[in-house]
């Protein structure tokens, strides 16, 4: 397993490339811009269909059930959603941290600080604990939404909502594994800098899916 | 299955199970092996949806007949477009990608060799998934299109538009995952001097191609999620009666992917007929620079139509006539493409193979279906035509006279790299000529039945309203299509075993696959070429002497040459085995859904930890 892994990350230097880069960086990037165009349906969709819902709950507004007469509240709780975004955005700070660790592995460290910024494996965990927190935000989100009557078949809002959200959660979750494998590697056989490739196509990941959550969380969230 | 008639491609001993038999086929990570997998499995299922369309036009030959329910007839026309769009066109346009693309760009493979397996099997696997189910007589019923809520659990409860929805969402996966492979390939992969204006139409084509996949497929993707939560979940994103959803969601959603899909199938078999007409009129493309600018305006503009499949639905003026316009540009780039290939042929040494013929055709046949194009580009034209014969007639002559024509120019042109043998012209001329008059007697007297006011998908109709004799003529036209195909499987079988002896470079063609043996190597050249040229072996100043005549010897092994070959290795046919048991799980029990993606991801990590190829020493 050990040699094996030591196998994936061999630099692919005797492959003649056109553009100089690894294959895979060019295709992260197209990967990327297929990405986009998924959640441009998914995000489209939900703003196509907003405030088109016949029964609440609504995001913004309360509503009245006119059988029961009960009053449900806004159902959208800013103030947490804003402070799962902050730890998300913090997260592409630590992926940078990570990247730059697996970069400059190589190099001396003289200080402790030096040291901290150089931990490659201390900012992989960071990054891949910040994605994890926020996943534990949504699915807190998740479950008081539906304690408060809003499920994914209740609305038009409900469906969108709960599916547009959840393709962002599954690809968070789909990159924390992603970034905890980086982390085994790491501790298996430590990753130098010949294998930043590794770590960079999963940065970029990282940031696009951070980039989407800027859009949703202004759209769905802030926008009224 | 064995294709390695002549001779076996030279394996080093190193490489243990690559010396043929059904596990070299099952592990292969060569782009030719792969291509050649796509090409049989394609032809297959060309001749199932071949079939299906037969019984379609048996059940139409006479008013009032009663040979196939209607019930059933909605499976036949449902899985007929269904399987020719997505399991025979699209596939055997990767036949020629995985086949071509490595070879006129002079690369050794592809970018991504093992994605590259994976995208067949996955392809393999929801092709039969979604077809199968016609055995059962609970094959998809709702059209190629599917249109929501038709589609939605409220009407239609059985399990036939469930595979349907994950039948598709599995082949968009093995598009996607061939698209961003070929995509990268042609960015990444070019010999040195492989300039993008000196890179093979047919690459070129390839190149537009990829792109408008991965732009549009994700856009289907979601829609079907969405039709898929509808019925599984029980979400609102189509249901209009107490949700208050959309009607229309579901057709900008489709026709925003549904449109470049039909550049998606047309622009492969253009690039093909790109190459197959300079070399048989010893003329290099006419116009090249602008060849390559149109089909980037056809993809470009092709983004921008989707809505003229909608002017039924009363969009209001202002969205009718913009898409009315798009659609009419869009003639532009085609009608370029058609003078150039025209202007190609002029005054050159024509020779009418049969590939030439093939190709020929295209060029008419597909401005026949283009113009009637631009008649319903037109938005009170198309009120009359929309949903009529002559809406079928148009997709036909397109699709069939150009997609397919082109393909098929392509296998007559391309069987000689392929095999190492040349297809009988005689048979081949017969096959053509049978085809081109059954195209033309199926479909052309349906843009009168069409006119004459015959809806499309009806199952039957009653006497005496003018429409008998045309669709007796389809029908005799649509019974001449096998015998034009039993021509064709016997010359394929018998020049596969048979044929003359080809040569690298049979035709006298200029580009860089001509250069190698027939069949190429597994190493596909020697040495890496310069390229300095657009037909580097045409244009005579080819500076590379040396490795011209490296690339010419044949029974090199890569062992001897120092070429490092890739693993062979089963991990990507299961990982896409268990992509495909999850999604069964999801129609039959949740234990599949877990063994499946616990296939899928224990396979997928072994996989990726695995190396692609021995360390350089």
């Keep these: 397993m050990a040699t094996s892994v030591a196998h994936t990350s061999a630099p692919t230097h005797h492959h003649y490339t056109t553009l100089g880069l690894d294959s895979r960086k060019v295709a992260i990037w197209a990967f990327i811009g297929s990405e986009c165009m998924l959640f441009v349906s998914l995000i489209s969709t939900y703003l196509i269909y907003k405030g088109r819902s016949v029964i609440g709950p609504f995001p913004h507004e309360s509503w009245t ?60 965990f960071m990054t891949a604990l910040a994605g994890t927190i926020f996943l534990s935000f949504q699915a807190f989100e998740f479950t008081s939404f539906v304690h408060e009557g809003l499920s994914i078949r209740r609305n038009l809002f409900g469906s969108t909502f709960f599916t547009l959200t959840g393709f962002h959660g599954a690809h968070v979750t789909a990159g924390v594994l992603w970034l905890v494998t980086l982390l085994a590697i790491d501790y298996r056989r430590g990753l130098g800098s010949r294998d930043s490739l590794l770590v960079d196509i999963c940065a970029l990941y990282w940031h696009f899916v951070d980039v989407v959550w800027i859009v949703i969380f202004t759209l769905v969230y802030l926008l009224r | 299955m064995a294709t390695t008639a002549i001779r076996t491609p030279a394996y080093g001993a190193e490489y243990p199970g690559e010396h043929g038999g059904l596990y070299s086929w099952l592990a292969t990570v060569d782009h030719k092996r792969i291509g050649i997998l796509y090409l049989y499995t394609a032809l297959g299922f060309f001749i199932f949806g071949g079939l299906e369309a037969v019984v379609i036009r048996a059940q139409l030959g006479a008013p009032n007949q009663h040979l196939v329910s209607a019930e ?99 082949l968009g996966v093995s598009s996607l995952a061939a698209a961003f492979n070929f995509l990268t390939t042609i960015i990444n992969l070019r010999a040195p001097g492989m300039t993008l204006m000196r890179m093979p139409m047919f690459t070129w084509m390839a190149f537009v191609v990829q792109v408008l996949l991965v732009l549009a497929f994700p856009v289907i993707t979601i829609a079907l999620v969405f039709l898929l939560f509808d019925r599984f979940f029980g979400t609102n994103f189509y249901n209009t009666v107490s949700a208050g959803a959309d009607p229309l969601l579901w057709q900008h959603l ?42 980037i305006l056809i993809a470009v503009l092709g983004f921008g139509v989707w809505a003229h499949h909608m002017f039924a639905v009363g969009m209001g003026p202002i ?147 003018g429409w008998d004799l045309y669709n007796a003529m389809s ?143």
């Design chain 1, 65 to 124: 059930d006119p059988s029961t007469g009960q009053v449900l509240k806004p159902i959208l709780n800013i103030p947490v959603t804003s402070a799962s975004t902050f730890v998300l955005l913090m997260s592409s700070l630590f992926m940078v941290l990570a990247l730059a660790a697996v970069q400059n592995k190589e190099l001396p460290k003289r200080t402790r600080g030096e040291r901290i910024l150089g931990n490659s494996k201390l900012w992989l």
């Design chain 2, 72 to 170: 059933f007839y909605n499976q036949l026309f449902t899985m007929h477009g269904t399987t020719m769009i997505f399991l025979a066109i699209m596939p055997l346009s990767s036949a020629f990608f995985n086949f071509l693309i490595p070879l006129q760009i002079g690369a050794r493979d592809v970018a991504f060799p093992r994605l590259n397996a994976f995208s067949y099997w996955v392809y393999l696997f929801g092709g039969l998934f979604i077809t199968l189910p016609i055995f059962f007589a609970v094959a998809p019923n709702g059209g190629w299109f599917g249109y929501a809520p038709l589609t939605t659990k409220a009407y239609s409860p059985g399990l036939n538009i469930d595979f349907w929805v994950i039948g598709l969402q599995i």
């Design chain 2, 254 to 295: 489709f026709w925003i992917f549904g449109h470049p899909e039909v550049y998606i199938l047309v622009l492969p078999a253009f690039g093909l007929v790109s190459e197959v007409i300079p070399v048989y009129s010893r003329k290099p493309l006419f116009g090249y620079p602008v060849m390559v600018y149109s089909g």
């Design chain 2, 319 to 465: 969205a009718d006539t913009f898409f009315g316009l798009t659609t009419m540009l869009i003639a532009i780039p085609t009608g370029v493409k058609i003078f150039n290939w025209i202007a190609t042929m002029a005054q050159g040494a024509v020779r009418y193979t049969t590939a030439m013929l093939f190709g020929v055709s295209l060029v008419g046949l597909f401005t026949i279906g283009g113009i009637s194009g631009i008649m319903h580009s037109s938005p009170p034209a198309d009120l009359q035509q929309t949903d009529t014969y002559f809406i079928v007639a148009h997709f036909h002559y397109v699709l069939f006279g150009g997609s397919i024509m082109g393909i098929f120019a392509g296998i007559y042109h391309y069987f000689p790299k392929i095999t190492g043998r040349m297809l009988d012209e005689k048979l081949g001329k017969w096959h053509f000529w049978l085809m081109f008059i059954a195209m033309n007697l199926t479909f052309f007297p349906m843009h009168f039945s069409g006119m004459l006011g015959m809806p499309r998908r009806i199952y039957t109709y009653d006497a005496g309203q």
């Design chain 2, 475 to 617: 029908t005799i036209g649509a019974m001449i299509f096998p015998i034009a195909m039993l021509f064709f499987i016997y010359n394929f079988f018998k020049s596969r075993r048979s044929g003359e002896i080809a040569g690298s470079n049979p035709w006298g063609a200029g580009t860089l696959e001509w250069s190698i043996p027939s069949p190429p190597p597994e190493y596909n050249f020697a040495k890496i070429p310069t390229v300095t040229t657009r037909y580097p072996l045409w244009e005579g100043k080819e500076p590379d002497h040396e490795s011209a005549r490296i690339n010419a010897q044949e029974g090199k092994t890569p062992h001897e040459l120092g070429i490092i070959i890739p693993y062979s290795t089963m991990k990507p046919l299961l990982v896409a085995a268990g992509l495909i048991i999850m999604f069964c799980g999801l129609i039959w029990s949740h234990v599949l859904l877990a063994v499946g993606a616990g296939t899928l991801i224990l396979s997928l990590y072994s996989w990726l930890l695995s190396p692609l190829e021995p360390e350089h020493s």
